[in-house]
């Protein structure tokens, strides 16, 4: 049995005192869920004073980025050493704002994935189509090769060391969910695909997250199919009652 993964993506919003006042509201609000993980991903400035909000609370910290290397001249990046400095736990990797708008490809993204897993992250590596793609019949293709790319030669030894997150460019901050059959049809694919490259064993282990406009009341149908395993929320998230109804909704 997969344990469902929900996690906050803050983007880049909230100074620190509005990262941890957020944080303290949430956590009355989803304190006794055992049947998810929960992760907030707020900005790199926030980690450090959430980190001492969170601890004891069960509820995970996770980064939104990181570089590959551990430590050097790479003036403005942050290593996973730095991370798990900070309490973190796991990083997003390859979201599609990062593909897009910061150039990064499938073989560096490929770097970043196996950075975090020799450091003890786990990633959450996001893949996910574009309306055009969708539209002209290419998204299992342009998923495939976002797996390929990004899961070349990366070994894990449990399941739980990865996470996937489905994310439709289409539906991310659009409003536009994909509906719960389209997701779950993705999601069967990515699963043959991790079948493929990690065997059924592992493959039935590994979370893949659902993300894009994910609200309180598309939650539940959603984390309702048998591969979608959680959430990676990102609109939704900065607000605390509504990232909890999420939560509450597994
Ligand atoms: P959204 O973002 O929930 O605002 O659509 C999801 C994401 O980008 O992770």
Redesign the pocket.
Known sequence: MRKYIIAG?W?MFTLRDEAAALAHSLVPLVAGIENADVLLCPPFTGLDRMEKVLEGTGIFLGAQNMYHEDEGAYTGEISPAMLKDLGVSHVIVG???RRQYFNESGSFLNLKVKAAVEAGLIPIL?VGETLEERESGATESVIAGQLEDGLEGVEIARGEDLVL?Y?PIW????GKTASPEQAQEVHAFIRAKLTQAFGADLAGTIRIQY????KPDNAAELMGQPDIDGA??????LNAESFAAIVRSV
């Open positions: 993506n983007k979201h599609s704002e996001c997150a994310e539906a991310i901050g659009t993300g894009g406009s994910v990676l929320v990102g609109g939704a998230s």
